[in-house]
């Protein structure tokens, strides 16, 4: 990962108002480059986005994915170099109440996507953010590789593994490596595991519910305890995704394809692990239930064998088990009595200090 190459490069992150994609905008901002968001809603009125005034600084696009003709107008209004596709329907909760929206979000924005690259004539590369839950999970001991078969047991999951399908055939119809000269597009997908980290308040999801039920001193009610979730923070997972991008821009022809981004092996533990360590995180302790059966509405989530990602990509986790949950906890208890965007600047510092002896 290098600043110089992101200085004044174009980039658009769809879905930027989000957890991940405000993440991703102001590291690319430190970095100098220029940020064009799109994106239909403002997201959380406690999320990053609107909590540091994002809008401001860069390109706000406020623009179904799913119209096409919308989002080529914004292909052909912005000059764009690099793309994050991470607008979607994030949750397996939520598909299971509305599946047909969860269809037409994340397969027809991931088209509209495509389709606007293939109809720009210009150089760009696009990194596709699906998901770990995409593959056919038997439950192997050495992790789901990117070359097994894609699954998805819920409708986001098989929504996902459509995407997969979707971006590997316009790879291979449209944006073969073998005619790259004549196309100038190279895409890549970033296949992920759970991520922790501030600013993510989505219902459903472990970490969010827990800080609500701090807030609000009530109980939480913690189903399938046994649950494994593999976990990396979102800062590991930006980091892979910032790699894999410069390398899709520098290299075009070697890196279009899938790569994983989770945990080392022995980083995998059960929701029960994280409420335990959280708690511990407090200044005072929540009380939980435990209801102690596998909630059947919840995905299992897959290891994932990241060896590619390390050997192609050099990206491996940096942060511990500890350290993720530390560095998550930290800005849960310091948004509210500081300046988010500081907060953000100095975790994000943080990080890159922690990993640049490991690059250098």
Avoid at 19 to 24: A, E, V
Avoid at 28 to 51: E, F, H, P, R, W
């Amino acid at each position: 990962m290098r600043n110089d190459f992101w200085k004044n490069k174009n980039v658009l992150i769809t879905g930027h108002t989000g957890f991940i994609g405000s993440w991703l905008a102001i590291w690319l901002q430190k970095m100098g480059a220029q940020i064009t968001g799109l994106s239909i809603d403002y997201g959380s009125s406690k999320g990053i986005y609107n909590l540091t005034n994002l809008s401001k600084t860069i390109v706000d696009w406020r623009v179904d994915v799913t119209d096409y003709d919308t989002v080529k107008k914004v292909f052909n209004k912005e000059d764009i170099d690099i793309i994050f596709h991470l607008a979607a329907q994030p949750s397996a909760l939520e598909s299971l109440n509305n599946p047909v929206s969860t269809y037409e979000v994340n397969l027809m924005g991931t088209l509209s996507i495509l389709e606007a690259m293939r109809n720009k004539k210009r150089k760009m590369a696009c990194v596709f953010i699906t998901a770990d839950t995409i593959y056919d999970n038997t439950d192997n001991l050495w992790g789901c590789r990117e070359i097994d078969a894609l699954g998805g047991d819920d409708p986001f999951s098989s929504s996902k593994t459509c995407c997969e399908v979707l971006i590997n055939s316009y790879r291979q119809s449209f944006f073969n490596p073998l005619d790259y000269k004549q196309h100038l597009k190279s895409i890549g997908s970033a296949r992920t595991s759970y991520l922790a980290g501030g600013g993510d308040w989505t219902t459903g999801r472990i970490i969010p519910d827990l800080i609500r039920a701090h807030e609000t001193m009530s109980s939480v009610i913690l189903k399938g305890s046994s649950t494994v979730v593999p976990c990396i923070h979102v800062l590991d997972a930006v980091h892979g995704y910032i790699t894999l991008a410069e390398k899709l821009y520098e290299d075009p022809t070697s890196y279009c394809e899938a790569f994983n981004f989770g945990p080392d092996m022995q980083y995998s533990y059960t929701l029960k692990d994280i409420a335990d360590k959280i708690n511990e995180l407090l200044p005072t302790r929540l009380d939980f239930d435990i209801e102690d059966f596998e909630n059947l509405s919840i995905p299992k989530r897959p290891l994932l064998d990241i060896t590619k990602s390390n050997l192609k990509l050099g990206w491996h986790p940096y942060l511990t088990y500890g350290e993720a949950l530390a560095l998550t906890m930290d800005w849960y208890l310091n948004y509210k009595n500081a300046s988010v965007l500081e907060l953000c600047h100095k975790e994000i510092k943080w990080f890159v200090e922690k990993i640049t002896p490991f690059n250098e």
